[in-house]
T-cell receptor
């Protein structure tokens, strides 16, 4: 079974600084997607960024970028120029499809605090 | 465009009762997903519906069930409530059933079992 691990329950960063959130996963599949979701205190979960396993190039969305290391099964999220609005729970998620259906796995989350 | 909506926002039940949670997907989305988020834990996948059919189910007992209506809205039913069912239940929808489709989440229903 697939697993997703986020080893940092809590992180903090100074406003305008850069922070990296870690995520590792375990799978035997070759085709899958990885996602980072953000859940602010208001609870609405939103997609931050996604990466297809077959793509070598790391995904980037404005201040958010990932470091995808397929062989190491690592998928870290880098937030540059951190803003107060970045404070939230961040979940790393894995999704794939095999002969038995689709697999959905979320990590336990990392709570990010942004210090003014 | 309206996002995913869920009702009620909060629900308080006692052990042994039944709870019904509702979800309306984004217009045009055919897939609806249900997740349980217990305090301090990540999201645990519960159920996935697409085009009115149950497509996949997470590792939960049969007392967790649901359905999807012709208008693609969905209902999650939890029978014989137990204390450990207390959690935030999130619904998400996506356009189509491909595994790379982005999921859009609702605000959740907070279920408390006393």
């Amino acid at each position: 079974a697939q697993t997703v691990t986020q080893s940092q329950p809590e992180m903090s960063v100074q406003e305008a600084e850069t922070v990296t959130l870690s995520c590792t996963y375990d799978t035997s599949e070759s085709d899958y997607y990885l996602f980072w979701y953000k859940q602010p205190p208001s609870r609405q979960m939103i997609l931050v960024i996604r990466q297809e396993a077959y793509k070598q190039q790391n995904a980037t969305e404005n201040r958010f970028s990932v470091n995808f290391q397929k062989a190491a099964k690592s998928f870290s999220l880098k937030i540059s120029d951190s803003q107060l609005g970045d404070a939230a729970m961040y979940f790393c998620a894995y999704r794939s499809e095999d002969n038995y259906g689709q697999n959905f796995v979320f990590g336990p989350g990392t709570r990010l605090s942004v210090l003014p | 465009e309206a996002g995913v909506t869920q009702s009620p926002t909060h629900l308080i039940k006692t052990r042994g009762q039944q709870a019904t949670l509702r979800c309306s997907p984004i217009s045009g989305h055919t897939s609806v997903y249900w997740y349980q988020q217990a305090l301090g834990l990540g999201l645990q996948f519960l159920l996935w519906y697409d085009e009115g059919e149950e497509r996949n189910r997470g590792n939960f007992p049969p007392r967790f069930s649901g359905r999807q209506f012709p208008n693609y809205s969905s209902e999650l039913n939890v029978n014989a409530l137990e204390l450990e069912d207390s959690a935030l239940y999130l619904c998400a929808s996506s356009l189509g059933d491909r595994f790379y489709n982005e999921q859009f989440f609702g605000p959740g229903t907070r279920l408390t079992v006393l």
